[in-house]
């Protein structure tokens, strides 16, 4: 089975500084991780993805994410934040490849919150 | 490409009636899934269509639920008897490979 855990509920940060937002999976086969980034009352909007290929993906609005194998992590990060980063992100495993649904499993989201 | 859409945005309900949810995907999308996210919680699968066949169904998806996607172009999810703990947002997404394009969801209010 596979699992997601997003530490911190809650991250805050001021304009400009650096936002980093942590992700942790777990996963019986080679997995694909994504970033979604959800506003208030929409749907999910894909940041980024990492599908076997380069392990330092970039995403859009300046995000970019690494995928390390040996930590089992894919964090978030982004050099300098704006004030319309302010959502809700969720990172996400599938097990594409594996002849299954290639359904999602999500983490719990971490909310951030970006300060003038 | 006019993206995945869901219909109604919102549906208000009183326990114990039956609700029926549409979504319309990327034309060209073979791939359904639906998905239930309650406050403060990721989504979680509920259901999975390739193209007409619904090839995978969650263990949440209790027996009052049933997902329909006839000719392997739009999808509907039906509640009956609903309950308050039904109360979510319902999201649909599409895909044709890795990645999966999500609706703006239905937001249910059982009261």
């Not at chain 1, 980093?20 to 970033?35: A, E, G, I």
């Not at chain 1, 076997?52 to 050099?79: D, M, Q, R, Y």
């Not at chain 2, 039956?18 to 979680?44: A, M």
């Not at chain 2, 979510?88 to 490979?97: E, F, P």
């Amino acid at each position: 089975a596979q699992s997601v855990t997003q530490l911190g509920s809650h991250v805050s940060v001021s304009e400009g500084a650096l936002v980093l937002l942590r992700c942790n999976y777990s996963s019986s086969v080679p997995p694909y991780l994504f970033w979604y980034v959800q506003y208030p009352n929409q749907g999910l909007q894909l940041l980024l993805k990492y599908t076997s290929a380069a392990t330092l993906v970039k995403g859009i609005n300046g995000f970019e994410a690494e995928f390390k194998k040996s930590e089992t992590s894919f964090h978030l990060t982004k050099p300098s934040a704006h004030m319309s980063d302010a959502a809700e992100y969720f990172c996400a495993v599938s097990d594409h490849g594996q002849g299954g649904s290639e359904k999602l499993v999500f983490g719990k989201g971490t909310k951030l919150t970006v300060n003038p | 490409d006019t993206g995945v859409s869901q219909d109604p945005r919102h549906k208000i309900t009183k326990r114990g009636q039956n609700v029926t949810f549409r979504c319309d995907p990327i034309s060209e999308h073979n791939r359904l899934y639906w998905y239930r996210q309650t406050l403060g919680q990721g989504p979680e699968f509920l259901t999975y269509f390739q193209n007409e066949a619904q090839l995978e169904k969650s263990r949440l998806l209790s027996d009052r639920f049933s997902a329909e996607r006839p000719k392997g172009s739009f999808s509907t999810l039906e509640i009956q008897r609903t309950e308050q703990g039904d109360s979510a947002m319902y999201l649909c997404a599409s895909s044709i490979s890795a990645e999966q394009f999500f609706g703006p969801g239905t937001r249910l209010t059982v009261l």
